[in-house]
């Protein structure tokens, strides 16, 4: 792949890669930002073993996801939902609260439920694309979204 070739696909996912790891950095802007650049360089290290065999965005999300799991943005899981709430935003006060339940509640997860629940309800990615994207079976998959939805009615009582 060409340094062009791999601009323009980074620029078409850039949004979706972003999106992404701000929904697994828990609205942390900064983590998500830190783990995106990381991200990117990886990727354009190893672009020449890309092999367009996948979606650009399947491989680009694997290594955003390895990339999140070896962050220390991976390890932070709060029990004290109160904690949370009293961490400062960068973003204006109208937005910065619109997720912040949700949030606070995907915090709570390991990082591999959060990783998995993420990749499903807000990326849209079906459980055997989540399967091939993070090295596990369909069922770890599914076992992970199951125990991350059950935390997450827990916590938002719903």
Known sequence: MTREQFIALVKSEQEALRGFLFALCCGKRDDADDIAQETLVKAYLSSAGYRNEGKFRAWLFTIARNTFLNHKASTRTLDDLKALSTMPSAATADSAFRHQELYMALATL?????SAVVMFYMSGYSIKEIAGITSSS???????LSR?????????NV
């Open 138 to 144: 369909e069922d770890a998959v599914k076992k992970q």
């Open 110 to 114: 390991s990082p591999k439920e959060r």
């Open 148 to 156: 991350g939805r059950d935390n997450l009615k827990t916590i938002l």
